[in-house]
């Protein structure tokens, strides 16, 4: 049972550069998340998905793109890469928008320069 | 979501229990208190989650004051493989997101 799978696990690309994050779940979540975390910081919210084909903005949108074609995967992309997107990006997926917890992805961690 | 209060850091030894203090003043009605830790480079994992009564599951007890101001994550025995960063998140039923803190960063030494 794999859960959370995030590819890749790590990533080196220069400014303005492109690039899409992959996150697979193989629980039949309905809802996925991604968020990203620097160094010293509780994680912050990027998009989420409450189901195929919908996407949502959360705390930190600016500079990424998010697709959720699939029930199973949800997509983040970077169109133009910056330096202050260098992070560790984490992808969640949950049963639903309720009480149940949300399981996570072991994070890519993406430098740009 | 309400904001959470913890220490910064704890140390605990080996075996013991590690009891983990979470403020959260401001918690309203509906607001659950959700425990997640993350291992060094690993993504968070969570722990355990509670509204008004004590919980327990394999891993871990949460007890929550009768007023609902604070709460205790307690490890029963502690190991190493413990150590972690432990957030305490207070979440509304119906909200998206999980608003992580900076966390109690708990060490276990032998």
């Known amino acids: 049972n794999a859960g959370v799978t995030q590819t890749p696990k790590f990533r080196v690309l220069k400014t303005g550069q492109s690039m899409t994050l992959l996150c697979a779940q193989d629980?039949?979540?309905?809802?996925m998340y991604w968020y990203r975390q620097d160094p010293g910081m509780g994680l912050r919210l990027i998009h989420y998905?409450?189901?195929?084909?919908?996407?949502a903005k959360g705390e930190v949108p600016d500079g990424y793109n998010v697709s959720r074609l699939k029930k199973q995967n949800f997509l983040l992309g970077l169109e133009s890469a910056a330096p202050s997107q260098t992070s560790v990006y984490f992808c969640?997926?949950?049963?639903?928008?309720?009480?149940?917890?949300?399981?996570f992805g072991d994070g890519t961690r993406l430098s740009i320069l | 979501d309400a904001k959470t209060t913890q220490p910064t850091s704890m140390d605990c030894a080996e075996g013991r229990a590690a009891n983990l203090p979470c403020n959260h003043s401001?918690?309203?009605?509906?607001?659950?208190v959700y425990w997640y830790r993350q291992i060094h480079s690993q993504g968070p994992q969570y722990i355990i989650h509670?509204?008004?009564n004590n919980e327990t599951n394999e891993m871990a007890s949460l007890i929550i004051t009768e007023d609902r101001k604070s709460s205790t994550l307690i490890l029963p025995h502690a190991t190493l493989r413990d150590t972690a960063v432990y957030y305490c998140?207070?979440?509304?039923?119906?909200?998206?997101?999980?608003?992580f803190g900076t966390g109690t960063r708990l060490q276990v030494t032998l």
């Open positions: 629980m039949n979540h309905e809802y």
């Open positions: 509670g509204l008004k």
């Open positions: 969640a997926s949950s049963y639903n928008r309720g009480l149940q917890p949300q399981h």
């Open positions: 998140i207070v979440r509304g039923g119906t909200a998206s997101k999980l608003t």
């Open positions: 998905s409450v189901g195929e084909g919908t996407t």
């Open positions: 401001t918690i309203s009605g509906n607001e659950y």
